[in-house]
T-cell receptor, first 110, second 113 residues
């Protein structure tokens, strides 16, 4: 069966520090991968998606970047965090017509 | 472009009462529609989905939703609320070209004893 791992579960980082969130998928190959963010009191917003290694599409302008160094690995990064980067980050992959989500990372920037 | 609107950011019901969470969508192609539930600090769990076929879709935990094309709606219902149903619920539509989900703003369901 397919599994999606996302870590860490929670993270508290100071403003200006770097960020690296990792997501890996098991049990499938060449998945489409996604990063979503849920800010406090707001819905889920798609940040990035990737259809293959090294292929990244950004949905919204922001302080974050994404990379896909391996087929089943998707990384969300920032060089310098902002307060507004706080939120709940979810990694996902899909097998149409469904999407499958990781357990999320709660990021608090202080 | 696709969009989803959930009417009511907060819904409160009594235990045993009917649950109705509203969702309207906009899509230029026949939509694939979803309802997800999110418990605090957890990921999203799929409740049910509509792709093709029967317009009344049954999901987990006693939830169901009806796809009404003429009303562009996909409302979620449950005949009798349980305390464990308290969570945030998201309606979503998927872009079948790239598998991107567009979510509504979410509805927080509170269940009172």
């Amino acid at each position: 069966s397919q599994t999606i791992h996302q870590w860490p579960a929670t993270l508290v980082q100071p403003v200006g520090s770097p960020l690296s969130l990792e997501c890996t998928v098991e049990g499938t190959s060449n998945p489409n991968l996604y990063w979503y963010r849920q800010a406090a009191g707001r819905g889920l917003q798609l940040l990035f998606y990737s259809v293959g290694i090294g292929q990244i599409s950004s949905e919204v302008p922001q302080n974050l970047s994404a990379s896909r160094p391996q087929d089943r690995q998707f990384i969300l990064s920032s060089k310098k965090l902002l307060l507004s980067d706080s939120g709940f980050y979810l990694c996902a992959w899909n097998r149409l017509p469904e999407a499958f989500f990781g357990q999320g990372t709660r990021l608090t920037v202080v | 472009a696709q969009s989803v609107t959930q009417l009511g950011s907060h819904v409160s019901v009594s235990e045993g009462a009917l649950v109705l969470l509203r969702c309207n969508y906009s899509s230029s192609v026949p939509p694939y529609l979803f309802w997800y539930v999110q418990y605090p600090n957890q990921g999203l769990q799929l409740l049910l989905k509509y792709t093709t076929g029967a317009t009344l879709v049954k999901g987990i935990n006693g939830f169901e939703a009806e796809f009404k094309k003429s009303e562009t709606s996909f409302h979620l219902t449950k005949p009798s609320a349980h305390m464990s149903d308290a969570a945030e619920y998201f309606c979503a539509v998927i872009d079948t070209s790239y598998g991107k989900l567009t979510f509504g703003q979410g509805t927080i369901l509170t269940v009172h004893p």
